[in-house]
DNA sequence: TATGTTTCTGAACATCGTGTTCGGTTATAC
DNA sequence: GTATAACCGAACACGATGTTCAGAAACATA
């Protein structure tokens, strides 16, 4: 939770901790990046890094941390329904479309978005079936969606959230569908 | 291409390397794996460890030498149709189940068979669709793929390769065909 | 069994990244 | 204007990487 009031320069070298990874993690992938790169980038001091953060992992996670709060939001306000994973995941695509140009990057999206939907998928796909385990059919779910989520952002947003969504839809549900009638 | 006799020093300090890599895969995860750990699992020396190979992503990619043979085998007396890529899914399945208990890991899976089934089906899929991008379609395919296999693998094979294979085809393909046709 | 060759060993070394510490400097809030 | 909080940066210990080299061991051959 964060202060009421936050001293400027706390919220400036945060920002620019932040802002230098995102650039960094477009040039050469999250994997690559030292601390030393980032604080060179963000004109920050090494002491300084590891005062307001414990390793890079802890940085990146900071980043997602508005996203993260809207999830909670919505998880929080919705009934578990056949829609509600439709909805969640027309939601990602349009929080993350809106985030273009920030620094929610494609690693934060991998890192942190499956997880997400795989907890939500767990607790409203149906539980019990014989034709599949259920938790191989969230699996399945969410790494589709995680899917197309890479290769929108990779590709650098060809189409309208809205229209991911139902192209993600159009995809999954059939199969699903069939597979829990049983063949 | 290895040689036709091989000295047996040889022999006994690669697989010993790669055995020992498998262990501390299935253990902590490649990512935590260092070098020293290796050579000390295999009692190997350092000096030798860099005779061999480069780094550990060349002793990783060095377990995997088997089975890319035998894909290649497979692809290249393929004729590219609309079954082919279930057929190739298939003898994945087929060939990891196989090696169980061998030196083939979850992340070999994840590092090196989502690149082959993708390369194949985007020669094997229709080119020219106008509700889906060919390239989205393919990956879609090969990521719900890889989703099944690591389910498959991570529950300590609960099924046999073909109910696998079967689950993949019942799952994926309604959908493929349906967005295809055109809704 | 003797010989020449190949492989393995292990210690030493340079290099790089991490994470901590601390005395000194600068910006901020009031 | 002053007390306080944040930043700086140099120094340090640590651990991993990748290389080098002289000596020991295993190998193929005859």
Not at 22 to 27: A, K, R, S, W
Not at 66 to 94: C, I, K, V
Request: charged content about 20%; glycine content about 6%; proline content about 5%.
């Amino acid at each position: 939770m964060p202060q009421k009031v936050m001293d400027r320069r706390v919220e400036r070298t945060r920002r620019s901790l932040q802002n230098a990874l995102g650039q960094l993690i477009m040039e050469k992938g999250f994997e690559k990046i030292t601390v030393q790169d980032v604080i060179d980038r963000a004109n920050v001091g090494r002491s300084t890094f590891y005062a307001h953060f414990e390793s890079l992992d802890q940085l990146l996670l900071s980043g997602f941390e508005p996203l993260r709060a809207q999830f909670e939001d919505f998880l929080s306000g919705t009934e578990y329904d056949n829609e509600s994973p439709w909805a969640l995941s027309l939601t990602m695509f349009q929080q993350v479309q809106k985030q273009q140009g920030g620094y929610i990057t494609l690693t934060h999206v991998q890192k942190y978005l499956y997880g997400y939907l795989l907890d939500h998928l767990k607790t409203a796909l149906p539980k019990r079936n014989k034709n599949i385990p259920p938790e191989l059919l969230a699996h399945y779910v969410a790494s589709s969606f995680i899917a197309l989520m890479t290769w929108w952002i990779d590709n650098n947003y060809p189409f309208p959230a809205e229209k991911m969504n139902e192209l993600f839809r159009q995809l999954v549900e059939p199969g699903t569908l069939a597979i829990m009638m049983g063949e």
